[in-house]
Structures are given as C-alpha cells and as structure tokens.
C-alpha cells in the first residue's frame, strides 16, 4: 500500500484541530486530493471548510487509513466512531500524547494493525518531525506506508519501543512550544533593553529560525557552532555565563522542562 492507494481508498481524519490541521494541511499541499479525505470533527474550524475535505459525512467501509487526533480525554467518545473498521485492512495511526497501544487495541480490535506517532506543529509548513512505532500487526508495509504519510509533513524515525514515546514526546512533540517561548523570551528581553516591540520580535524570530536552520545544515555540531558565535572575552561569552550556568541556567531548566513533559506523558497512559 502506498500513498495512490491512500488516494484511492481514503483517508479519514478523526479530530481536525491545531495538530490534525497542521498535517492535513502538509497532506493536501504535498497533492493528497481533498476528495480522499473524510474529517470527523464536531466543531470544523473555517480553514477546514475551505479545503474541501469532506466533514462529518458517511465513512468508507474500509479505508486505506484512519489517523486519530484527538485530546487522549476524548478518546472514549471519539472512538467508537471509527471502531467498526478495526480487525481489517485499515491501519490506525494515533497521535494521540500518552495513549498507549494497548489502550487502542481494547476499541480498535486486537486483530487491527495499530501505529503510535508522535508529530509536532511544524508539520504545517513540512518541518515537522514524527516518531513512529506498530503493534505486533502492524508489518513493514504499514510502518513504510505511516512513514510515507508523515514524510509528506517532515522527518521520520523509527522507535523501538513504545516506552520511548514519553521521551520523544517531551523533547519533540512538544518541543516546539519550548522554542516560541524562547522567541517570545528573546524579544521581551531586546524591549527591556530599549528596542521596539515589533524589531525585538523580528530579531528574535529571525535569529531563532535562521540559527536552526543552520544548526540543521551546517555538518558542524551545534556546540561548534555555538563556539563559532563566541568570541574570547566578547558579547556571547558574557551572555553565555549566565545561559549555561549549571546550576541556574538552561541547562537544568531544559533538564526539569523535559522530565515535566515526560512525566505527563507517563501520566496520560491512565486517561
Ligand atoms: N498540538 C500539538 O502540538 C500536538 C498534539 N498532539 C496530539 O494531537 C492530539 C490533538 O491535539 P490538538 O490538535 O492540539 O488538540 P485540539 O483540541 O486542537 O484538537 C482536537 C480536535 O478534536 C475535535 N474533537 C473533539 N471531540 C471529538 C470527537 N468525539 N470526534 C472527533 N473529533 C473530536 C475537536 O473539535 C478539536 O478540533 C492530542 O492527542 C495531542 O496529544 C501530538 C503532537 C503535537
Ligand atoms: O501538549 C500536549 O499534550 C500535546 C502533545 C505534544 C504536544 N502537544
């Protein structure tokens, strides 16, 4: 199965809100028509309206795939909409932060091939990164056709184990609200050094993307490019004391961010 079959047989999106749209939106870009294409959302936003997808209407019997983008909270409701597809050819992809394999496989039919993906934001404009890891039923086929999918919205990598899912979750599934706080934190420290709010904001978005641009093509590693922004006894130098201080700086800060965000993950396995 590839994605001409996903155009084919359909692919229906269970909750189309910030993440569902920001992949649907990667999808359709990347030539998905919108004809193949069923959204099942009780509020679809206007963005969604206008695509051209079609909203809350009859599903297919069987389509090619169902990806799951609801709140783990809503789970319980949202699922019994799609589970009689389960025990077929149908492959399910939850996004879903938390919600374990197994919980899925209680609803979905144990006989279901069953993909846990963790996405992020980025996807909308193709930059996203999604990690991926399959039930026992979920074969080469179906983890090359989830990667396919997801490639058409960023990076894939392959897990091998679904109790990596907290981790990945808590450095990049939720990592890039991490960086827009940087940003925000970046620009509101430029006004408090006498800039404009607007300039601050341009500087600060543009260092933040421009330098992770570079971070991604560059073949030096981010600590050489960071040494590279250094000079002896400059500018960065004395930001950079107060930045990697061990014990107040991000270092520790990072260190605790993640944990929370894990934790919580850890913490969702039980609804
Ligand atoms: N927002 C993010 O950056 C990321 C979110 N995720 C996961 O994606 C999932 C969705 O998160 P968001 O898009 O942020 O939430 P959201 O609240 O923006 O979207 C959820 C959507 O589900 C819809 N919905 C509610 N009840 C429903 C039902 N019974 N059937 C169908 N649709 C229903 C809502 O109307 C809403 O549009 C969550 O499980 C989250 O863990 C994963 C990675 C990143
Ligand atoms: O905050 C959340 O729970 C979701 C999962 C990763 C990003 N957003």
Not at 110 to 120: D, K, T, V, Y
Not at 227 to 234: D, K, L, R, Y
């Amino acid at each position: 199965m590839n994605m001409d079959d996903v155009a084919r047989n359909g692919l229906v999106l269970l909750g189309c809100g910030k993440m569902g749209s920001a992949m649907l939106q990667g999808w359709l870009a990347s030539g998905l028509p919108p004809g193949s294409v069923w959204v099942i959302d009780p509020k679809p936003s206007e963005w969604l309206k206008s695509t051209g997808v079609k909203i809350n209407a009859d599903l297919p019997a069987s389509p090619a795939i169902v990806l799951i983008a609801v709140k783990p909270q809503m789970m319980g409701d949202a699922l019994p909409t799609i589970a009689a597809m389960g025990n077929g050819a149908t492959l399910f992809i939850s996004v879903a932060a938390g919600t374990p394999i197994s919980s899925l496989e209680q609803t979905l039919g144990a006989q279901s091939p069953i993909i846990r993906a963790m996405p992020n934001t980025p996807a909308a404009v193709a930059r996203g990164i999604s990690a991926i890891i399959g039930n026992v039923h979920a074969g080469a086929g179906h983890l090359d056709l989830a990667e396919e999918l997801l490639s058409a919205v960023g990076q894939v990598v392959r897990l091998d184990s679904e109790d990596q899912m907290d981790a990945v979750t808590g450095v990049s599934g939720s990592g890039p609200a991490y960086v827009f706080h940087m940003i925000e934190c970046l620009a509101k420290a430029g006004e408090a050094e006498g800039l404009a709010p607007d300039l601050a904001m341009q500087l600060a978005k543009a260092t933040v993307a421009g330098a992770g641009a570079l971070a991604e093509a560059a073949d030096e590693t981010p600590a050489q490019l960071r040494v590279n922004v250094t000079s002896p006894n400059g500018t960065t130098q004395a930001g950079l004391e107060v930045l990697m201080d061990e014990a107040r700086g991000l270092p520790p800060l990072m260190k605790d961010t993640v944990r929370a965000a894990a934790g919580r993950s850890r913490e969702l396995r039980n609804g």
